[in-house]
């Protein structure tokens, strides 16, 4: 049977607002409850056979040991994945997530693994657990929209609700990166992140609408106390030109809808939409 010369996919970016860590010792079974909304910026993924396994995002070779492990999980052949993110690094969009995500959807199509969504979604969280890049993000990448996670694990073994939305533009700025490991492993934060987190996805149930989202995911990220000055200074702008925003988790970016202008003189704004549609091939 001849292969595919490439597998290409896409998988979206997703920005956490609300998060509670449960990492067990199965990293299938770990991940993070929680709440995220998935945008139609991510990272579309290339994958052809090569005589050594690499990853180029961005036009430069990378580090990314999260692709690099789900690829590993999947094939022992060697593979060249090249991804375009639209979204920054480190910012709390999910980036190492949505690259593993769509590198193992283009990896099966060009291999012809025949494997399902659910084996596929599972390598890359699995992943992404084993290098602390993430907890949920894959999870919200495989389905789309506004994922609810009520249960920590892999995409469909979690119990998962969504919030209805429509395209509804996210607009961001980020003033750089938080070290999402770092975080992971500080046993003092994981406990203020995960009483936060009880509480405000709690609050979120009982009126899931995206203002809802918004509001709790705000009162989240101040009480676990990650919010640089800048981050503050930009929220409260946003909210007194009548709109709504938080940060995103894990990084040190606002994100907001109907800013009115408002995050303009924080720095350079991105826009992208609400997408419904989870990783899919192209």
Same mark, same amino acid.
């Given at each position: 049977?001849?292969?595919?010369?490439?597998? *290409?996919?896409?998988?979206?970016?997703? %920005?956490?607002?609300?998060?509670?860590?449960?990492?067990?010792?199965?990293?299938?079974?770990?991940?993070?409850?929680?709440?995220?909304?998935?945008?139609?910026?991510?990272? @579309?993924?290339?994958?052809?056979?090569?005589?050594?396994?690499?990853?180029?995002?961005?036009?430069?070779?990378?580090?990314?040991?999260?692709?690099?492990?789900?690829?590993?999980?999947?094939?022992? *052949?060697?593979?060249?994945?090249? #991804? #375009?993110?639209?979204?920054?690094?480190? !910012?709390?969009?999910?980036?190492?997530?949505?690259?593993?995500?769509?590198?193992?959807?283009?990896?099966?199509?060009?291999?012809?693994?025949?494997?399902?969504?659910?084996?596929?979604?599972? !390598?890359?969280?699995?992943?992404?657990?084993?290098?602390?890049?993430?907890?949920?993000?894959?999870?919200?990448?495989?389905?789309?929209?506004? @994922?609810?996670?009520?249960? !920590?694990?892999?995409?469909?073994?979690?119990?998962?609700?969504?919030?209805?939305?429509?395209?509804?533009?996210?607009?961001?700025?980020?003033?750089?990166?938080?070290?999402?490991?770092? @975080?992971?492993?500080?046993?003092?934060?994981?406990?203020?992140?995960?009483?936060?987190?009880?509480?405000?996805?709690?609050?979120?149930?009982?009126?899931?609408?995206?203002?809802?989202?918004?509001? *709790?995911?705000?009162?989240?990220?101040?009480?676990?106390?990650?919010?640089?000055?800048?981050?503050?200074?930009?929220?409260?702008?946003?909210?007194?030109?009548?709109?709504? !925003?938080?940060?995103?988790?894990?990084?040190?970016?606002?994100?907001? %809808?109907?800013?009115?202008?408002?995050?303009?003189?924080?720095?350079?704004?991105?826009?992208?939409?609400? #997408?419904?549609?989870?990783?899919?091939?192209?």
């Amino acid at each position: 049977m001849k292969h595919k010369s490439t597998g *290409q996919a896409f998988a979206p970016a997703h %920005i956490s607002g609300i998060f509670i860590i449960d990492i067990k010792k199965d990293p299938a079974l770990s991940g993070s409850m929680g709440c995220g909304i998935c945008l139609e910026d991510g990272a @579309v993924t290339k994958v052809s056979a090569a005589e050594e396994t690499k990853v180029i995002i961005n036009g430069a070779v990378a580090d990314a040991s999260t692709t690099l492990t789900a690829i590993k999980l999947l094939t022992s *052949q060697p593979m060249l994945v090249e #991804t #375009t993110l639209s979204v920054p690094v480190g !910012a709390g969009f999910g980036a190492s997530g949505a690259g593993a995500l769509s590198a193992a959807l283009g990896l099966n199509e060009v291999l012809s693994m025949n494997l399902t969504l659910k084996e596929l979604a599972n !390598a890359a969280h699995v992943a992404e657990v084993k290098n602390r890049t993430g907890l949920g993000d894959v999870t919200g990448q495989t389905f789309g929209g506004i @994922v609810i996670r009520k249960k !920590a694990g892999a995409p469909f073994t979690v119990n998962i609700d969504k919030i209805p939305c429509g395209s509804t533009t996210i607009s961001w700025v980020s003033f750089g990166e938080i070290s999402t490991k770092s @975080v992971l492993s500080d046993y003092m934060k994981k406990k203020s992140i995960n009483k936060a987190g009880h509480l405000r996805l709690k609050e979120l149930l009982k009126k899931p609408t995206l203002p809802e989202f918004f509001h *709790q995911s705000c009162a989240f990220a101040k009480e676990i106390e990650l919010m640089s000055p800048k981050v503050l200074d930009a929220i409260e702008a946003v909210e007194a030109a009548g709109g709504l !925003a938080s940060q995103a988790m894990l990084g040190n970016t606002v994100f907001a %809808i109907n800013d009115n202008g408002a995050l303009s003189e924080f720095g350079e704004v991105h826009e992208s939409r609400i #997408t419904n549609t989870g990783a899919h091939l192209q």
